[in-house]
């Protein structure tokens, strides 16, 4: 047998390789992940971003393509990553990004309509740039602009924009005063006359914005770069000769900023977050003359994605329930009509929430993709969904011939809650060996959503496991006060909200209580450590990226002053939460084998959180194992780490509660 420092030429390995080959292996050079559709407001060109994959090495690359006669096409032929297309609202000229000069650093291109020769790249900005947005009347693009020092939210992997393998491997890691490449800032490019000008004042640092009007622009800033800076940050506007004025603060998170093409009115999203970025929540519109605010009713939807069709119409996407909803708000009688309202994931599988752009007659182009519906480029309107291309090939449907089924379930919490997730199982007959898959966050969402955005789910169910995908009360899609419910309570009651669910698929004959299995990642990390310590039911755990120790997260984390608020919002009380509420202090009551899995560049979740658990199972006499991916921050995403993990996934299980 292989001693456990490989996973090479074990039964597990050969298989997880093999799987892995034969799922991606006939996609190498093709479109997956499907993310940032766009479409012209005539409807008829589209754009999205995809991921490629040339082999199971590193990370794949991304690149741009259309839809045309139901295949896909390559927008630009640039060499390395293209991302984040956009077409001008006259639809002829595309917007993009790309890094041909610098791996990593992005930079805009232009590209004419017709145009047979290749993009032109704009003048470099200082830094690279993150997204962009043409004016309402076309005439410039402003540019999101990350300095090479900023911070990477977890969703984006944590570290720094700084490739740590262009450093000398000797090289110290080095934190001192913050420079100016911790900043992010916004520009402005003019093509007719190519002028790229500043736009955001030093001392301001802009993490997401959008045009509110031609000469104005709306922000979510904050007067501090850090990754924790963001949950404070403000709506503020900014002209273009650089006057910034708050327009809204808030108890919670703001993002999506949004102002309609004659800047009276700037919509944005008002939300409970626990990650940068993400975020889904309540619509506000805010008179920008009189400074009036309205909250919107969409009929319980948590808004996602904000598109003007015009000064009137503001399109919108996000999640009620399991389901990805569209839908157009009337803003003068604040009406809204509903474009859609599907249980397939509208985000792609790796757009973390549901994503989508408008046509002026209000279609909406989305990506498509369920547990058995590979990623496919959709434009949705009355007259129903028109499927432009898919991204299915033979891999895929290798994989859909051993995932298994996902299907819709909902469990009573004990105190009467109405708790829903997503259930995948193997074909054939229960009671099956069960592993929950907990997500992170805590405030996201599982829907039904292809390979349920990991590759450890359907592996798992084609070696005869069902995963259940649960949503705790703190998770989206079920409004705010559901989200909130987290807040001040992490390891509280949605510990009972995933044993209770435990409890009924048992009870419904789905799941074998001799063989339960946890694994999650980040905050999914935090809960199957916890949970192995509140109940004994656990046969095998896998903590990827976990909190284990509140006081030394919050000692080391760059997000941790979210997470102490998060803990307790009183500081009475958050000495004693942090105890209570850590794994390590209970792991005397643990019994359960833990596999824990860490990145070694993880600023979030930094890996000593899950080296801390390890070491207090092992004094306790807890099987436990620990590994380290050196060259990976929050998650495990590039090849052939991704391999080993999850191989050493496989076979914990299997060593530990055998399908
Ligand atoms: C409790 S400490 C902070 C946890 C963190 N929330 C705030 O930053 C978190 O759980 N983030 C997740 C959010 C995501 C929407 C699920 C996250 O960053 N996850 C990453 C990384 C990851 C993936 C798999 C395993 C471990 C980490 C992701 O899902 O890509």
Known sequence: MASSRETAHTEQGDFVLGHLLAVHEPGFGKPSNLREPHVTRDGTRTVVTADVLDGLRGRPRTALYTATDGRFR??????????????SPDGRTLAFLADRAVPGVFQLHLRADGDLGEAEPAPAVPGTVEYLHWSPDGRRVLLGVAGLGAELSGGQGSGTNHAADRAEPWFPHVEDEVGDEAWRSLWVYTPATGVL????????????????GPDRVAAISSTAPGEDDW???????????????????????????AGSPDG?????????CSDRWLVAGDLLLLDVESGETRRIDTRGVDVTRLDWIDDVRLGYLGQRHLNSVAGVLDTTSGGVSEVFDTPVACGGSTGMHTDGAFTADGRVCTVHDSYRLPPQLVLSGEGGDRVLASTSHPGTDHLLSVAGTSAPVSWRAPDGLEIEGILCTPDGDGPFPLVVNIHGGPIWQFRDMWSMRSQWVPLLVARGYAVLNPNPRGSSGRGQAFAGMVAGDMGGADTHDILSAIDALVDRGVADPTRIGLIGGSYGGFMSSWLVTQDDRFAAAVPVAPVTDW???????NIAAWGARFLSPSPDDREARTLDRSPVVHAGKAR??????????DNCTPPGQAL???????????????VVYPQEGHGVRGYPAQIDFLTRVLAWFERHMPA
């Open 197 to 212: 000008h500043r736009l955001s004042p030093e001392g301001l640092n802009c993490w997401e914005a959008g045009w509110s």
């Open 264 to 272: 009276r009115v700037v919509a944005v999203v008002e939300a409970v």
């Open 592 to 601: 359960t084998p833990c596999l824990n899995v860490a990145g070694a560049l």
């Open 612 to 626: 801390e658990f390890h070491r207090a199972l092992r004094a306790n006499g807890v099987p436990s194992a620990l």
């Open 231 to 257: 949950y404070d940050a403000a709506l503020t506007l900014i002209d273009l000769g650089g006057g910034v004025r708050t327009l809204l603060t808030s108890e919670v998170q703001l993002g999506l900023p």
């Open 551 to 557: 006081r030394s997260q919050n000692l080391t984390s």
């Open 74 to 87: 390559q927008v630009s032929a640039l060499g390395g990553s293209a991302r984040s297309g956009r077409f």
